[in-house]
């Protein structure tokens, strides 16, 4: 499994941008980059998930080096409901397993 | 369409004993996959399921086991309990279409207590 590296926590204002960085140097060319998160006491909730091109949907973008070793996700506007825990997780093409890591800790202050 | 449903939400159990935790995925849902969190650990991949078959399976001794029906819902058995077992166990299904891309939708957990 390729290895992810995240800062262990974030903090931020409530409707600033927050962008969260995470190095995935040993990544496959074929392995997406998925980002989960996990909100107190529930089960993690996908994000948003990307190869090579920046991506975005209604809850984040994602942008992705040009050599895939890193990757950040980027709330825009932070509310107080994305405090939570955010995991970089690469993906594979041989199975459906999710290596989660330890996921960066995001305190959004009101 | 309804999310992943896992029963009991919570649990406490005595060392020595077994228990069974429920999973019942999202409709279409084929996939189910289990999951150990644990403060120390995180979270860790258990086992996943395919049209009731076992397709891959974390690092995790025997005792630790699970089946899957043939609507797809999944249960997941752990054996002689240990206190180490005390976790949140997490399910979580997906269409499986193509590995790179699979969404998984995970559901509330089960809290296990083990005393």
């Known amino acids: 499994d390729a290895k992810t590296t995240q800062p262990n926590s974030m903090e931020s204002n409530e409707e600033e941008p927050v962008h969260l960085p995470c190095n995935h140097s040993?990544?496959?060319?074929?392995?997406?980059i998925h980002w989960y998160r996990q909100l107190p006491s529930q089960g993690p909730e996908y994000v948003i998930h990307?190869?090579?091109s920046n991506v975005n949907n209604r809850m984040a973008s994602l942008a992705i080096a040009e050599d895939r070793k890193s990757s950040t996700l980027i709330l825009h506007r932070a509310t107080l409901r994305d405090a939570a825990v955010y995991y970089c997780i690469p993906g594979s093409s041989n199975d459906y397993k999710l290596s989660f890591g330890a996921g960066t800790t995001v305190t959004v202050r009101a | 369409k309804a999310g992943v449903t896992q029963t009991p939400r919570y649990l406490i159990k005595t060392r020595g004993q077994q228990v069974t935790l429920s999973c019942s995925p999202i409709s279409g849902h084929r996939s189910v996959s289990w999951y150990q969190q644990t403060p120390g650990q995180g979270l860790q991949f258990l086992f996943e399921y395919f049209s009731e078959t076992q397709r891959n399976k974390g690092n995790f001794p025997g005792r630790f086991s699970g089946r899957q029906f043939s609507n797809s819902r999944s249960e997941m058995n752990v054996s002689t309990l240990e206190l180490g077992d005390s976790a949140l166990y997490l399910c979580a299904s997906s269409l499986a279409r193509t590995a790179s891309t699979d969404t998984q939708y995970f559901g509330p957990g089960t809290r296990l207590t083990v005393l």
């Open positions: 990307g190869l090579t």
């Open positions: 040993t990544i496959s060319g074929t392995d997406y």
